[in-house]
């Protein structure tokens, strides 16, 4: 079955277009693009100073995960919202992941995915183990989550749950990857990141132990975190909004 988890550029301008995809993401969380808008290719190009492949590339992708849908006459719209509908999302995210845990432990997963999902955790190790990361650490850490996330809906041996998967995922911010700068750049990022990686592998011990309602249950606690860390940006975007002097905001706001 095709990966529910669309990879990203190959190479060259994967890091651009990751880079890409993360700043868009906060733009649309913060209002910066508002639902309705529609996005022209060539003002990001000159907005975020990458090309317009990485740029393409970050668009595609966010069309998949919800946040832009595609127009008739080409180019993408902002899709429209509210932090519920997010939150609702990660939520169904981590009760279909919990399902595909649970079978993966109860049916016995494949050797081979198991094993490749635990090279996949010591490589997110060797990024962790770094005191700070730095983007290209942080992009590495991106691509390694989608990975593993796409092992365990493998594990389930379920199509059925891995349509149902490669479906919420497509929700507004439900994607395992949907992070944002701030999430990225926040002092925590690394320590959020490591609550994260300890919650992987504790899944995927409780899996090859067939522990099937631990390995539901550790999945489902794992989608918290992000509905935890989106409340946060959320709610860092207000206070910097309230800080914002009026003169600004209203510059800002003008046409």
């Given at each position: 079955?095709a990966?529910?988890y669309?990879?990203e550029p190959a190479?060259?301008g994967?890091?651009?277009?990751?880079?890409a995809q993360?700043?868009?993401?906060?733009?649309?969380?913060?209002?910066?693009?508002p639902g309705?808008?529609r996005?022209?290719e060539?003002?990001?190009?000159d907005?975020?100073?990458?090309?317009?492949?990485?740029?393409?590339?970050?668009?595609?992708?966010?069309e998949?995960e919800?946040?832009?849908?595609s127009l008739?006459?080409?180019?993408?719209?902002v899709?429209?919202f509210?932090e519920?509908?997010?939150?609702?999302?990660?939520e169904?995210?981590?009760t279909v992941?919990?399902?595909?845990?649970?079978?993966?432990?109860?049916r016995?997963?494949?050797?081979a995915?198991?094993a490749?999902a635990?090279?996949c955790l010591?490589?997110?190790?060797?990024?962790?183990?770094?005191?700070?990361?730095d983007?290209?650490?942080?992009l590495?850490?991106?691509?390694l989550?989608?990975e593993?996330?796409q092992?365990?809906s493998?594990?389930s041996?379920?199509?059925?749950v891995?349509?149902?998967?490669?479906?919420?995922?497509n929700?507004?911010f439900?994607?395992p990857?949907?992070?944002?700068?701030?999430?990225a750049?926040?002092?925590?990022?690394?320590?959020?990141l490591?609550v994260?990686q300890?919650?992987?592998?504790?899944?995927?011990?409780a899996?090859?132990?067939?522990e099937?309602s631990?390995a539901e249950a550790?999945?489902?606690e794992?989608s918290r975190?992000?509905r935890?860390?989106?409340?946060?940006v959320?709610?860092?975007?207000?206070?910097?909004l309230?800080?914002?002097?009026?003169?600004?905001?209203?510059r800002?706001?003008?046409p």
């Open positions: 079955m990966s529910v669309t990879d190479e060259a994967a890091s651009q277009a990751v880079r993360l700043r868009l993401r906060e733009m649309i969380l913060a209002g910066e693009l309705g808008a996005i022209a060539l003002a990001l190009v907005l975020l100073g990458v090309s317009r492949t990485p740029i393409r590339a970050a668009l595609v992708r966010l998949q919800g946040l832009l849908e008739r006459n080409g180019g993408f719209a899709r429209t509210s519920n509908d997010a939150s609702d999302a990660i169904l995210r981590g992941e919990g399902m595909a845990a649970r079978l993966a432990a109860e016995g997963a494949p050797a995915v198991l490749g635990s090279a010591a490589r997110i190790d060797d990024v962790l183990a770094r005191p700070a990361l983007d290209d650490a942080f590495a850490y991106v691509t989550n989608r593993f996330h092992l365990l493998e594990m041996g379920s199509a059925v891995q349509r149902e998967i490669e479906r919420v995922v929700l507004p439900a994607s990857s949907a992070f944002v700068v701030l999430q750049n926040a002092p925590r990022a690394r320590d959020m490591v994260a300890d919650q992987h592998r504790q899944v995927l011990e899996i090859t132990r067939r099937g631990r550790l999945m489902r794992h975190i992000a935890r860390n989106l409340g946060e959320m709610r860092q975007r207000a206070e910097d309230a800080r914002m002097p009026a003169a600004r905001l209203i800002k706001r003008s």
